[in-house]
Every structure is written in C-alpha cells, then in structure tokens.
T-cell receptor, first 114, second 113 residues
Framework: DAGVTQSPTHLIKTRGQQVTLRCSPISGHKSVSWYQQVLGQGPQFIFQYYEKEERGRGNFPDRFSARQFPNYSSELNVNALLLGDSALYLC?????????????FGEGSRLTVL | SQKIEQNSEALNIQEGKTATLTCNYTNYSPAYLQWYRQDPGRGPVFLLLIRENEKEKRKERLKVTFDTTLKQSLFHITASQPADSATYLCALDNRSNDYKLSFGAGTTVTVRA
C-alpha cells in the first residue's frame, strides 16, 4: 500500500514568490494535516482538514492557506515567501476520524527561500 | 505558557545498553502521548501511543511510561543497536484542540557499535 506522498520533494524559491505543495494521503484516510519543521526543532502544526473542512489552524500568518479536495488530497499554499519560511513541510494523514490520533507522515517537501 | 521539553543533550550510548529519553510537559491536558522516530531528511515515523489511563506500554525493544501526575513520559530502547540511531520526538494532543499534535524538539540518539 502506498504511504503518504508529497510533491515536490525539494524546491528553491526567492523572497516574495508563491509556492504550492501537494499531498496525497493513505487510501481511506480522510484527515490531512500540515506541519512545518525548521532545522533542529519539532514539527509545528499549520492546518488540519477532515472531510474537506478545516478543523484547526496553527499560529501561522494568513500567507499560509490550504485546501482538501474531494479525493482527500490536499494542497498547502504559501504567498509572499520570506526567508524564515525555509523549512521541511510535512503532510500527515490519519484514519482516526476527526481526532488526530496516530499520524502517518510523508517524506516532506524541503523549501529553501533565497 | 505551554511547553514540551525533551532531553536537551544528545544521547550517545554503547550498543546493547538501554537508552532512556524523557519528555516533560507543562500546561497540557493530554488524552494520550505519542513517540515518533525521525531519520535525517525524512518524515517522522510513529512508534507508540500511550493513553492517559495507561502507565506503561511495550513494543518489541521499546517501552514507554506515562505519569500524568508528574507530567512526564519516559521512552526506553533496550538492547540498543546502531540502527536505532535517530532523533526521537514526543508528541501530545490537547483535549480542547484534538485536531493537532504538539511536538517536542526531539532527542538525538547515537548508538556506538
């Protein structure tokens, strides 16, 4: 069975640009979460979607947005990129229903902002 | 404010010994606590989940304890192997925000052959 897949795996952008990251959850999982991980720190929660509805949002500016599609895949968009947005962006899916439970992470999208 | 603190120092141990990692939390009321393993440049991998009413849980060479009075979890790797070298993250939910996990910064374990 395929795990959580994310694309692209690596990307380089310049300040002010916009980026879209994509995630496909494990088949049958309806919940998708996004986390940002800066080097040396633990993952920080950005969004959770369940059944195409946003259930929660972390302490991130409005430049960050996301959505979930009818097939439960998801996109994370970041506008007006800043140097500080350089990080590993992790997508995770869960089959626990609305609550988070055990998370299955993808390998991440490594974003570098120059 | 809410805090999750893991061993601040990296852990270097000899193969065959037991590694013990700590996770302390402040101002959380978790229904459960989880441990994940993360290798460099990879996504975290789920290892164990322990609920608030469970004192101890085991999986193969791993053991987790959870003390809600002390607000602490201990994570043990027994008979450690070089393949256990990785960063270990603890994560907990918060009853009022069950849509997210909050992670500690992780403890890096290196097992010497």
């Amino acid at each position: 069975d395929a795990g959580v897949t994310q694309s692209p795996t690596h990307l380089i952008k310049t300040r002010g640009q916009q980026v879209t990251l994509r995630c496909s959850p494990i088949s049958g999982h309806k919940s998708v979460s996004w986390y940002q991980q800066v080097l040396g720190q633990g993952p920080q929660f950005i969004f959770q979607y369940y059944e195409k509805e946003e259930r929660g949002r972390g302490n991130f500016p409005d430049r960050f947005s996301a959505r979930q599609f009818p097939n439960y895949s998801s996109e994370l968009n970041v506008n007006a990129l800043l140097l500080g947005d350089s990080a590993l962006y992790l997508c995770a899916s869960s089959g626990q229903g609305r609550s988070t439970g055990e998370l299955f992470f993808g390998e991440g999208s490594r974003l570098t902002v120059l | 404010s809410q805090k999750i603190e893991q061993n601040s120092e990296a852990l270097n141990i000899q193969e065959g010994k037991t590694a013990t990692l700590t996770c302390n939390y402040t101002n959380y009321s978790p229904a459960y606590l989880q441990w994940y393993r993360q290798d460099p440049g990879r996504g975290p991998v789920f290892l164990l989940l322990i609920r608030e009413n469970e004192k101890e849980k085991r999986k193969e060479r791993l053991k987790v304890t959870f003390d809600t009075t002390l607000k602490q979890s201990l994570f043990h790797i027994t008979a450690s192997q070089p393949a256990d070298s990785a960063t270990y993250l603890c994560a907990l939910d918060n009853r009022s925000n069950d849509y997210k996990l909050s992670f500690g910064a992780g403890t890096t374990v290196t097992v010497r052959a």
